[in-house]
Every structure is written in C-alpha cells, then in structure tokens.
C-alpha cells in the first residue's frame, strides 16, 4: 500500500531562489507542451512519447531547463497528461468543461521527483536535510516518523509562501489480527461528529474553532481593499495564512482521533460514507462535515491497514430508526435526539444507539457473535486540537 507524508521545508533564501526557479522552468515547459498540443502536426495531435523525445532539443535551445533534474522535467509532462485525463473524466460524466489553460505565473505551485534525484540525509532526531538534485540541501524537520521506501517526492509552494514535501512511500500491510477483543462501532452524525459505542462524543470542528470568527474577520478586511491595491495583497496572503492554520488544526485533530481509535481498538465498524451522503447530506444541503468524515475515515483504514486492524464499512441505511436492542423500528425526525424503544423500553442517545447497530452490522458482516464482547473502556476521546500548527513553524 502507499502512504504519503507531508512535512513543513525550511530553505535559505538561496535555496527558495532555486525553487522558484525550477517552479518557473516547470510552468514554461508546461504550456510549452500544452501549447505543441493544441497545435496539431500535419492534422494529428503529437503523441506523449514524442513530445518527451523532444526534452533533449529543448533543453539545448532553453539553457534554463539543464538548472532542473531530468526527471522533474519528464514529470511536467506527466503532470499534463494526467490533467487531460481528469478533465476527460469531467467530460465523460456530463459537466460542462473547457479547454486546459496555460498556467500564468502564481498558478503553477509543485514538482515531483520520481525514483531520482533526491535524499534524506542520514541522522538522528526530528531535524534532516532534504537533498534535491539541482538545488542542494534544505533543512527539514520531521515531526512524525518517515517509514517505508519513498518513491516519489512532491515540492509544494502554499499560497502562504510556506514550502511542504510530500513523500509517498511504499510499506506493507499488517496481517489482520485473528481474534477481535476491542470491537467499537462508530455512527457519523449531523449533531454529534462523531459518537461511539462506548459513549464518547466528538463535536464538529466548525461549531467550535476560534479560528473560523478570525477568517470572517479577514475576508470582510479583504472586501474593503481596493482592487490591484498593495494592501489587498498583503490581505489576501493574511487570509491565506488563515486558511492553512485551519486546515492544519482540522488536519491534527482528525489524526489524533483516527490514532485514538487505532490504537485503542481492533475492529472499527463505521459507515459506508457513499451510501451515506446520497441518503442523508441530500436533505441537508452541501454540509462541509463530509469532506471531513471522508478524511477521517481515510486516515482510520490506511492507520488500520498498518496496524493489521479491521475497519469494516456497513450500509448506514436504517441504523437510526432501528432498535439497538430489540430490532423494531422506531422512526424519529432529525430533532428528535434520544432513542425511546416502545417495544423493549430501552432509551438512549440516538446517535449511540445507531453506533450500537453499526458495530453490530459490521461483526455481522465478518460472521463474529457481538455478544461475545463486554464493552471496553479506552480512554476519553483526544482533546480538540487548540492551537496546533505544522510542528516546528514560527507563530503565526
Ligand atoms: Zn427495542
């Protein structure tokens, strides 16, 4: 399986001049290319690899383009085409799409290194070097532990004017463990973000940050500037900053749940979010929660996958209405919160009481008895993340 790993870079300002450079020479080589596309030679379209056969010759005439790893280059290109593709892709499912643009200065953001051309330099602790060929070494501070072969590097510039690496790397998957003892249930829910079945609670992240009054602050301060004004540039790239420290606190938090529950659990039944959205987010209109639950529940199956732990998705149509207990079905409207079984009398939080069902479903599924298990008590859920930014940046 692949994983990726991203980290903050800290380059002198001979090195950012580097990057910068090879930033420019990439977004030329880019329209270059796209340009040789649109024009077609003698009524048909220049297939790939004669466009690549053409990176020697351009290399002689653009002496700019020898400043930058072979490789790199060879990427732009493929880069390109798997720009076409996904617009292909657009087109094919009926949207209306244009044509690829040319990136104009400001719009072409990374690059990639595959299999060569780049280092970690060897050493002890969270402080390295990443080696690049063509640019040198640039300080690199690893805040989580880097394991597995990498295989491709990715160089991004924010619109902050902070700079990441993305590493993928190549790892194996645990073999699952046999016998399940810490079996929990997870219900994804509009009220509650997230509720389990031992009764821990996660709200969403939007009710609470401090950081969402601070970006509406920012984006009226933009509204005010004038125009191509110095000042609307200085506040745009506030905003920018805004924006990643956001991402950043909803990236922590979401982490350190998906660890919790790793950690803590080897089987996790959650829903099947596909199926989820279709019947739920339809009637509560664009919901920003899913884009989080989506990350979430990446990072708690590849979390898994390494650590040989089931994640088991079941179909979430039902596991509200239905009695966690007994099976009867109990329709309740969205405000109703609490579960109350006519049947068997139980009564409990509706949201846990659809984790129950969940967990149920998902043992179900692998043929295991849910009754074989006493609920265990792991531990209160990771506290939201407050003020945690990318490990090692400067405050914000
Ligand atoms: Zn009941």
Redesign the pocket.
Known sequence: MQLTYRYRLYPSRAREQKLLATLDSCRWLYNHFLERLNQKEKGRTLSRRKLQATLPGLKRERPHLKQVHSKVLQMVLHQLYSNLRALAELKRNGRKVGRLRFKGRGWFKSFTYNQSGFKIVEGNGKRRELWLSKIGEIPIVLHRELDGEVKQVHIKRERSGKWFVCFSVEVEEAPKVRKVSTPIGIDLGITHYIADTNGNFAEHQHNVTKSEWRLKREQRRLSRKKRGSKNRAKQRFKLALVHERIRNQRLDFLHKLSRHYVNGHDFIAVEDLGVKELIEMAHNGKNRADAAWATFLHMLTYKAERAGRWVVKVEPRGTTDR??????I?EKPLWVRVHK??????ELDRDLNAARNILQDGLNKIGWEPAEFAPVEIGPLPARASSVVEAGSPAL
């Open positions: 009695c966690s207990r007994c099976g009867e109990v079984c006519p049947n068997c009398g139980l």
